[in-house]
């Protein structure tokens, strides 16, 4: 059983910055697609960065391209997001996620069978 958990959210300023982990445990993640995902007070949850465990292929919503990056240590099992230049509309739930999947399908929500609880990044202007 695969087990994820975030952390890193909290309370930050507009145009600050930000590092999420997610520690992942259970088993090999080689074949796996670590992710994170977002869901913003009243919408649904966003695709927002997800990474090939095996060979560091990376891919980033249109949204964070440029302002966000994924990255993983594979010795420590764990996942980052490192978030740059903060905007209020960064304001979210922050979810890891984990799925047996491609590099091609890494956006896809239903890809990823295994989440975390979620950490809360919220924006001040």
């Known amino acids: 059983q695969v087990q994820l958990v975030e952390s890193g959210g909290r309370l930050v300023q507009a145009g600050g910055s930000l590092r999420l982990s997610c520690a992942a445990s259970g088993r090999t993640f080689s074949p796996y697609a670590m992710a994170w995902f977002r869901q913003p007070p009243g919408k649904e949850r966003e695709f927002v960065a997800a990474i090939k465990w095996s060979v560091g292929i990376t891919t980033h919503a249109d949204s964070v391209r440029g302002r966000f990056t994924i990255s993983r240590d594979t010795a420590r099992n764990t996942v980052y997001l490192q978030m740059n230049s903060l905007k209020p509309e960064d304001t979210a739930v922050y979810y890891c996620?984990?799925?047996?999947?491609?590099?091609?399908?890494?956006?896809?929500?239903?890809?990823?069978?295994?989440w975390g609880q979620g950490t809360q990044v919220t924006l001040s202007s």
């Open positions: 996620a984990a799925g047996r999947t491609a590099a091609q399908t890494m956006r896809r929500i239903d890809v990823y069978d295994y």
